[in-house]
């Protein structure tokens, strides 16, 4: 008899515990991979400690699906069950008495010491980042807000003072050109800034840099954005296509990899 009731408790918690699927866009993270998933992982990560029997965490997790599903690529949101015992120490170290709590984990920032290191071939370090706890709405818009603010960007602003020594640095670039006055950064951009950190300069230019690009034999963007890789030899190659971070990864090692099709890592 007694087993069985364990069997049917084990049941009842992988039923009521399956707030996400396993094609969901959120991460379920166990304790034994929290500071991989979670403290070092290059994007903000959104966590949710939560417990299956919980009301208020099944309703929020249709909002904090949505909210994954569209910051895909650019931030990660991710859950945690602390009603495993796995889990138990994490969620107790975290301050969780109530569910679902939520915080925000935000990449630490890299310094120009860290820029130098990794062009001297070292990986970019690893830091404890910034935590935050979360106490505002919880419907999706107002959690991709909040976690917008929290993506640090180490994209060069350009202007007409700056914009040759950018191109012809010796480092590998990405550039971003922007036929409007506006200096908003895409959110894939800011994104790749910190993925290519060291490796691959990013510049976003603007208008005002308008007169320059015929340097580099490129006309004016049809959409108001055109996204050039620049070699250290000064030739360009044109992404074609919405501004998506995978197929911006794509292209870019394809770049770096040039007639060598030798992978490289990004």
Not at 17 to 32: D, I, Q, Y
Not at 165 to 174: A, E, H
Not at 242 to 262: E, N, S, T
Request: aromatic content about 10%; hydrophobic content about 35%.
């Amino acid at each position: 008899m007694r087993r069985i009731l364990i069997v049917s408790a084990v049941f009842l918690h992988c039923v009521l515990g399956a707030l996400f699927s396993k094609n969901s866009n959120v991460v379920e993270v166990r304790s034994t991979k929290f500071t991989e998933e979670v403290l070092y992982h290059p994007h903000v990560v959104a966590v949710m400690f939560y417990s299956p029997y919980c009301g208020y965490c099944k309703s929020m997790a249709p909002d904090w699906e949505k909210a994954a599903k569209k910051m895909k690529g650019v931030a990660k949101f991710a859950a945690v069950d602390c009603t495993l015992r796995k889990n138990e120490v994490l969620c107790k170290r975290y301050g969780i008495t109530g569910y679902p709590t939520i915080q925000m984990f935000q990449p630490a920032e890299l310094t120009d010491t860290d820029l130098q290191a990794v062009r001297n071939g070292s990986s970019i370090p690893k830091k404890r980042p910034e935590r935050y706890k979360y106490n505002s709405q919880r419907d999706s818009e107002a959690l991709i807000s909040y976690v917008k603010s929290k993506i640090r960007n180490y994209a060069i602003p350009l202007n007409p003072t700056n914009f040759k020594s950018f191109i012809n640095s010796s480092t590998p670039k990405l550039l971003l050109l922007q036929n409007t006055d506006s200096k908003s950064i895409p959110l894939s951009i800011k994104a790749l800034s910190r993925d290519l950190f060291g490796r691959v300069d990013v510049g976003v230019a603007t208008k005002s840099t308008l007169s320059l690009w015929s340097e580099l034999d490129l006309s004016v963007p049809k959409d108001d954005k055109k996204l050039v890789f620049i070699n250290p030899n000064g030739e360009n190659k044109v992404f074609s296509g919405k501004l998506d971070i995978k197929r911006i990864k794509q292209f870019v090692k394809a770049q770096l990899a040039g007639p060598d099709p030798a992978k490289q890592e990004l």
